[in-house]
């Protein structure tokens, strides 16, 4: 899917910045050379996603949950800079979901790629550290699900497998006509992509948007936190 890369050693100093050193040993994917997250052995479904900030304050089983980054970016900044702090915490858990940096759709097309290669980068290291991780699958505009830009690929697919596991978030994002356009759009060029077997859903799946796509892979809802606290279900299998 890619090439090995190594950073020689005077661009892989700890406080750059670009946090080099997780990416050392990652094989990358595509032009932009976006960090693989690498299917797993065997797919495994949580019984819940714990939001990154709520990890622990959790009243269930961890074992049983995913930790993921369904929030605003700010509760997880401190982590996006030094993962390593926060190894022992996401090892009580099942399982890790690559963090959901946002794309917004009025960002820069610049700041969208970046955001798609932490998000594998993150996702990478955490693998290489023998977590068991989802990647998270997020688009922006058309331009970074379609390969309507000057690329040949559509950059927000990179870095997963496919035949695989993946996860999305619909929470905030479907909301008014333009949300769910580009919504329902991002969902069908990445169900052809990358045909996954399994798509964990963090939010609600409004017919409008799924219906007609709930025959092309394995669908597994999960409330948002705060609806789960409220309401104290668990994921729709």
Same mark, same amino acid.
């Given at each position: 899917?890619?090439?090995?890369?190594? *950073?020689?050693p005077?661009?892989?100093?700890?406080?750059?910045?670009?946090?080099?050193?997780?990416?050392?040993?990652?094989?990358?994917?595509?032009?932009?050379?976006?960090?693989?997250?690498?299917?797993?052995?065997?797919?495994?479904?949580?019984?819940?996603?714990?939001?990154?900030?709520?990890r622990?304050?959790?009243?269930?089983?961890?074992?049983?949950?995913?930790?993921? *980054?369904?929030?605003?970016?700010?509760?997880?900044?401190?982590?996006?800079? =030094?993962?390593?702090?926060?190894?022992? /915490?996401?090892?009580?858990?099942?399982?890790?979901?690559?963090?959901?940096?946002?794309?917004?759709?009025?960002?820069? !097309?610049v700041?969208?790629?970046?955001?798609?290669? #932490?998000?594998?980068?993150l996702?990478?290291?955490?693998?290489?550290?023998?977590?068991?991780?989802?990647?998270?699958?997020?688009w922006?505009?058309?331009?970074?699900?379609?390969?309507?830009?000057?690329?040949?690929?559509?950059?927000? *697919? !990179?870095?997963a =497998?496919?035949?695989?596991?993946?996860?999305?978030g619909?929470?905030?994002?479907?909301r008014?006509?333009d949300?769910?356009?580009?919504?329902?759009?991002?969902?069908?060029?990445?169900?052809?992509?990358?045909?996954p077997?399994?798509? !964990?859903?963090?939010?609600?799946?409004?017919? #409008?948007? *799924?219906?007609?796509?709930?025959?092309?892979? #394995?669908?597994?809802?999960?409330? /948002?936190?705060?609806?789960?606290?409220?309401?104290?279900?668990?994921?729709? #299998?």
């Open positions: 899917m890619g090439q090995k890369g190594l *950073f020689m005077e661009f892989n100093d700890y406080r750059d910045g670009f946090n080099a050193r997780l990416v050392e040993t990652a094989t990358f994917s595509g032009i932009l050379e976006i960090p693989v997250i690498h299917k797993p052995d065997q797919v495994i479904v949580p019984v819940n996603l714990v939001p990154f900030s709520h622990k304050s959790v009243h269930i089983n961890p074992k049983d949950c995913f930790v993921c *980054f369904y929030e605003h970016d700010r509760r997880f900044s401190t982590f996006l800079q =030094e993962p390593e702090k926060f190894l022992d /915490d996401l090892r009580l858990f099942a399982g890790v979901i690559s963090p959901d940096c946002s794309l917004y759709r009025d960002s820069p !097309l700041i969208q790629m970046y955001n798609t290669y #932490r998000n594998r980068a996702g990478s290291f955490l693998q290489k550290q023998g977590l068991y991780v989802v990647p998270n699958i997020r922006g505009d058309g331009r970074s699900y379609t390969c309507e830009c000057f690329y040949s690929e559509s950059f927000a *697919f !990179l870095g =497998e496919k035949h695989s596991i993946v996860s999305i619909t929470y905030g994002c479907i008014g006509e949300n769910t356009f580009h919504f329902k759009a991002g969902l069908e060029a990445m169900l052809d992509e990358l045909r077997e399994v798509v !964990l859903v963090y939010g609600a799946m409004p017919d #409008r948007i *799924f219906a007609d796509f709930k025959g092309t892979a #394995r669908f597994i809802q999960y409330q /948002d936190w705060t609806s789960f606290r409220k309401g104290g279900c668990h994921g729709n #299998r």
